[in-house]
Every structure is written in structure tokens, then in C-alpha cells.
């Protein structure tokens, strides 16, 4: 029996309004026998970079031809494009608008579609909801097997917005920054336990220190190492670095935001 295709849905739209709901009710309307998957609705309004991350660390765990449809669109009505994205192993569907930069610096092969079929679109068409009237119906469609160059014309300017890398201005240094903030407080940086493992194996004997905003963040095993509640950091689920406060929220507490650097250093 043919396991149903599945939709996964990433937006700003929250749970107050309709947004959400409606967009099932097109996807449902177009393929009924379809799997929706909710990643998360509460990206913050507008943040592009922040859906960046959430679908970089999300996508990977779906099944083969997974469809993700990310929508966090301020720039919605505008000239932006609507692309499709097709991976060695998904797609893609949402605003040109760098949101799928990070996919884009990971996949092993991209492929991007400007989608300018229109008759896979809702007419008429807003200028306000792109999420109903475009990019839920071309997810439908494309789940029900629609040749994927049969909405466009594949580009090659789409917008990727640069991803901060960590530097390592030393061989016992690395210096990174915040990317994210869950809702728990914990802060993410963009250091890698694999970059972390290769610097550390040239540092062998050296203690290894976790510096942010002047504060020191010991580094443990996980959240239930510590007992108190100061700043520590651990590798967390994505395998980054993480900024944390036992059974508290580190962001607030320490007043650490997203962009504050965060170094390691072996010494």
C-alpha cells in the first residue's frame, strides 16, 4: 500500500488567526488523501532568518519527497518570486526571499524553480495571503505528481543570504555567535561539535572555555549537570553549542540576544 505523501507547514501566522487552518483547507481540497505536519507556527513575525533555521534543522527528518512550505513573507505582494526547491531527497515551496539559505548552504544538489503558472495558483489571487492563494495550492499540486518544471523556469539568481559562519582567528580559538533563542531561553550559536571536535584535537591537555558578553559558560554534558543557576553550555539536539540556565531562561537572565558573539577558547 503507498504510504501518503506529506506536507510540513513553517510560518509566522501563530494560532489566533485563521492563516494556518485555511491553508490545510486548500492543501485538503486539491490532494484529501494528503499528511500535514505542523514544524511551528510561531516563528516571529517577519523573521526570515529565524524559519532559516528551523527548516535547516527540521527537514531532514521527514520522509523521501517530503514537501515543506515555509511561509514568513514580509515581503508578500511585492515583486518577490515564488520558487520551488527541489533537494536530492525534498522540496521546497516559498518566498524568494533567502529563507531557504540554509538548505541551500547544505544540500548536496539544489535545484530552483520561479513559479509562474498561475492556473496552479487560487484566483483570484491576493495581495496579502500568498501562503492560501499560491504557495499551499503549488504544494498541492505538486503532491499529486505534477512534473516539477511544469510550474517554471529553473533560476540561478535566487536570493541566499549569507549564513554567519564562525572564524578561527587562532588555532586555540574559535569565535561564533548567537542564532537562536527557543522558548525556553536556550541559546543557540553557530559552532559546530564538529568544528568544536577538530580544534579540540589539536588542543589536547588544554581547558576549554566558553566566553560570552565577559561571562565564562562551563561547559557539561547535559541540563541536569548543574544544580545552580548560572550560565553553562552544553551541545544540544542540533549539535551546536548552547548557551543554558538550569530550569531558567538564559536569554533573559544573562540578557543575551540573538548576533552576541560567543568565543571558545582552549588554553
Not at 503549488?138 to 543570504?161: H, Q, R, T
Request: charged content about 20%; glycine content about 8%.
Amino acid at each position: 500500500m503507498a504510504t501518503a505523501p506529506v506536507i510540513t507547514l513553517t510560518t509566522d501566522f501563530g494560532y489566533k488567526d485563521p492563516f494556518v487552518g485555511i491553508m490545510k483547507g486548500v492543501i485538503f481540497g486539491i490532494n484529501p488523501s494528503i499528511h500535514i505536519v505542523d514544524i511551528t507556527h510561531d516563528i516571529a513575525p517577519g523573521n526570515i532568518m529565524q524559519a532559516a533555521f528551523a527548516i535547516e534543522t527540521s527537514f531532514m527528518y521527514f520522509p523521501y519527497k517530503t514537501i515543506h512550505v515555509v511561509v514568513v513573507d514580509p515581503g508578500v505582494g511585492s515583486s518577490r518570486r515564488p520558487i520551488m526547491v527541489s533537494t536530492a531527497r525534498h522540496y521546497l515551496v516559498g518566498p524568494d526571499n533567502g529563507i531557504f539559505s540554509r538548505i541551500y548552504s547544505i544540500a548536496e544538489s539544489i535545484d530552483v524553480i520561479h513559479v509562474t503558472s498561475e492556473h496552479y495558483f487560487l484566483s483570484p489571487r491576493s495581495a496579502t495571503f500568498h501562503g492560501r492563494d499560491v504557495f499551499a495550492p503549488v504544494a498541492a499540486w505538486l503532491s499529486k505528481g505534477v512534473d516539477l518544471m511544469n510550474f517554471g523556469e529553473p533560476i540561478k539568481d535566487y536570493v541566499n543570504l549569507p549564513i554567519p559562519l564562525p572564524s578561527f582567528p587562532a588555532k586555540n580559538i574559535i569565535e561564533g555567535e548567537i542564532i537562536y533563542v527557543d522558548r525556553f531561553g536556550n541559546l543557540t550559536t553557530n559552532i559546530h561539535a564538529q568544528k568544536l571536535s577538530e580544534i579540540s584535537a589539536n588542543n589536547t591537555g588544554k581547558k576549554m572555555s566558553v566566553l560570552v558578553k565577559g561571562m565564562e559558560a562551563p561547559f557539561k554534558n547535559f541540563y541536569s549537570d548543574v544544580n545552580d543557576k548560572g550560565l553553562y553550555s552544553l551541545i544540544n539536539s542540533f549539535n551546536y553549542i548552547e548557551l543554558f540556565v538550569r530550569n531558567g531562561d538564559a536569554s533573559v537572565e544573562f540578557g543575551i540576544k540573538v548576533g552576541d558573539k560567543v568565543g571558545v577558547i582552549f588554553k
